[in-house]
């Protein structure tokens, strides 16, 4: 959806009809890291109030190791890896059930979902979520999701749940997407500098030309900084989720259609979920080098990649899983599901299927990477 003119903002938001609501842990905690229940309190009415205007609502919440830190007598959020978990472990549970009491009071159930990249990096989980968020929709339910930190390790992380909130927004198919942290908008330059200004629209990259991006606050309990969330932003956007990024506190003000924040517009249309995944929420567990052919059909003509065109393997794989397309400078050119185990590739390097086909057999007849299962990056 694009607006002509701000005075549209009421009505992006008043036709959006389901909201992912993210919010930054620095939003939802006091200075000593516990939780703060009357910030809890005022984000669940905000919430709840939307609800009664007809949105269906996912909200994406940090907060889990802020809340935790307290209970464990930390002052600051710990840098190792097992202390982290540990904070989660006792702080999730306590955010839980703040969230839980305070959409009861307004009739309303929670659900908590936890994921971890491992979630989305498989398509099997991805549908598996897909499908919870879908059902607990349906029940009239707002699901609270949270990266799973007791579990999750430096490997293995989103990094910052800004992105998780992005790819939560295009896995319930979201009308827009809704970031909340203790800035209240995107600035041309650090917020406290005298001078710099709020960017009320983002239309394209190009409005970001002049804008100097900073790194997380200064409350020490979050991972994030304005990065990540133009990051999300360009997830979502490119997906055909518009998106608003402002404060906490204005977060009534945003729902309202107010002109508050910065409004992103969506730039793309609605991609398969798969190819989403593929481009935002996988590594290349190995990866396959193009020679210059295979690259312009590829690229130029959306064709599948062929075994005629790959001249080099790399890493550990087996069939199903995501590898990096390279060309032959090295470049990145793509993604895509690999249909052969990492130690069959060698065997088919430079041949036509035809060749292959006569040789090992009509299993070998087929596409390396399929371009339905194929993203340019």
Not at 227 to 238: F, P
């Amino acid at each position: 959806m694009t607006t002509d003119a701000p005075t549209a903002r009421a009505d992006l938001v008043s036709a959006a009809r389901r909201i992912v609501v993210k919010v930054g842990s620095s939003s939802l905690t006091t200075a000593a890291g516990g939780i703060d229940p009357a910030r809890v309190r005022r984000l669940v009415e905000v919430l709840a109030a939307a609800r009664d205007g007809g949105a269906e609502v996912v909200l994406v919440s940090s907060g889990a190791i802020a809340a935790g830190l307290a209970p464990l007598g930390l002052f600051s959020r710990p840098r190792a890896l097992a202390a982290q978990q540990a904070a989660a472990s006792v702080g999730q549970g306590l955010l839980a059930h703040r969230y839980q009491e305070e959409f009861a009071r307004h009739g309303i159930v929670t659900g908590q979902v936890l994921l971890t990249v491992d979630d989305v990096m498989r398509r099997a989980s991805y549908r598996n979520a897909h499908q919870t968020f879908a059902k607990l929709i349906e029940l009239g339910v707002v699901p609270i999701v949270n990266e799973n930190d007791t579990v999750a390790t430096s490997e293995i992380r989103f990094g910052d749940n800004d992105r998780l909130a992005a790819l939560v927004a295009h896995l319930v198919h979201a009308d827009l997407l809704v970031l909340l942290s203790d800035v209240d908008g995107l600035y041309d330059g650090p917020p406290s500098r005298p001078g710099s200004r709020l960017v009320p629209l983002v239309r394209s990259e190009a409005d970001l030309a002049a804008v100097t991006i900073g790194a997380a606050g200064a409350a020490g309990v979050g991972t994030g900084g304005m990065t990540t969330k133009v990051d999300a932003a360009s997830i979502a956007t490119g997906a055909g989720i518009d998106v608003l990024l402002t404060s906490a506190d204005q977060a009534a003000a945003a729902l309202a259609g107010t002109e508050v924040g910065t409004l992103f517009e969506a730039t793309g249309k609605r991609r398969p979920t798969r190819l989403l995944w593929l481009a935002h929420a996988t590594s290349g567990q190995g990866s396959l080098t193009l020679d210059a052919g295979a690259v312009r059909a590829v690229v130029e003509r959306g064709a599948s990649l062929l075994p005629a065109g790959i001249t080099a393997v790399e890493g550990s794989f087996v069939a199903g899983d995501a590898v990096d397309l390279l060309g032959p400078d090295g470049a990145l050119v793509g993604r895509g599901l690999v249909a052969f185990d990492a130690d069959e590739v060698p065997a088919l390097l430079g041949r036509s299927t035809g060749e292959l086909k006569a040789s090992l057999g009509a299993a070998y007849e087929r596409e390396v990477v399929h371009r339905d299962d194929l993203v340019l990056l």
